[in-house]
């Protein structure tokens, strides 16, 4: 997992009319027996509701107990562990949150990852699953459903009404989870127009992007651009281009059969011994270790 960083970019109202979500899979599920998955890495965002039952689950250092009447969240690329007692019975979520610059909700929000649910939420749940019937994965095992040609199953909505209340429904469910926003001022953004800049980046990984390139975009000298950047995103431009880059590399490597070659190449690092090491370095194993944990 890429280690947190908060990207100071948008007002409130400004990242959520720039946010999309795009809805993955959804179902009910009743386990008959005890289930335990270790080392599950996905890379689409996550949403339980427990119904009946208990479980656990384990993000890093921290243990979460799974129980009937409570939400839980889970991050894209999160490593964690399940924990699913005889019994338990929850509907599932998997879905994605992204603005047009690449961004996620996670970059920019707090976000507890477990909330009581509310009357509604059940409702809700249930709603989303009745207008979007034949998304359930194909095994509760993720090690199977996340097998490639299951990524990237799309839903079929019969009209754009189905669209809309089911993006408007998870949009309601993701709300509950927001625990606060950033302290951030508008002004350099706005001023030095950073949101353009970050779209650029983001549609233009698997190229070479120098910093006198976004300096001009911004009509700053390069180290006026550099500073105002780092002032602006609490890190430099580098290092976050290198970061949008292991988070190419890190979907890429879960979602498809691409040798780790092409992938270098989709994400435009200088070399093999460069890429481990940057991959290594955020996220703590090695690329191949990491396909290997997501398979």
């Known amino acids: 997992m890429i280690k947190n960083y908060t990207l100071q970019v948008m007002n409130y109202s400004d990242c959520w009319q720039k946010y999309h979500f795009e809805l993955l899979n959804i179902a009910y599920l009743r386990f008959s027996e005890t289930h335990e998955y270790h080392g599950v890495i996905s890379p689409y965002s996550r949403m339980y509701l427990i119904t009946k039952g208990t479980g656990k689950l384990i993000t890093g250092k921290e243990t979460i107990l799974l129980e009937a009447g409570y939400l839980y969240l889970i991050p894209s690329f999160i490593h964690c562990n399940y924990l699913f007692n005889e019994g338990l019975e929850h509907y599932y979520i998997h879905f ?30 249930r709603r989303l699953n009745e207008i979007n019937p034949g998304l359930e994965l194909p095994h509760h095992d993720p090690k199977v459903y ?19 209340e089911s993006e408007a429904i998870l949009q309601i469910l993701f ?14 953004n706005m001023k030095y127009n950073l949101h353009q800049i970050l779209v650029y980046i983001q549609n233009n990984l698997q190229k070479e992007i120098k ?36 988070e190419k590399s890190q979907y890429l490597l879960v979602t498809t059969d691409l040798p780790i070659n092409q992938i270098i190449e989709q994400t435009c ?18 690329p191949a270790a990491y396909r290997k944990q997501s398979n």
């Not at 300096?215 to 976050?240: G, Q």
């Not at 011994?273 to 703590?284: D, E, S």
């Open 175 to 188: 709300s509950g989870f927001i625990t606060g926003v950033s302290n951030i001022n508008l002004a350099p």
């Open 211 to 246: 910093i006198e390139h976004l300096a001009n975009m911004a009509c700053l000298s390069n180290d006026h651009f550099t500073r105002i950047f780092k002032s602006v995103m609490n890190i430099s431009p580098y290092e976050y281009i290198v970061r949008k880059r292991i």
């Open 146 to 164: 996340q097998n490639k040609p299951w990524m990237n199953k799309k839903p079929n909505w019969n009209n754009v009404s189905e669209k809309l």
């Open 96 to 125: 994605r949150a992204l603005t047009d610059g690449g961004l996620t909700l996670y970059n920019l929000y707090s976000f507890k990852q477990k909330t009581s649910a509310r009357e509604l939420s059940e409702m809700l749940f």
């Open 269 to 286: 690092f200088k070399s093999t011994a460069y890429f481990t090491r940057m991959f290594k370095k955020y996220v703590l194993v090695s």
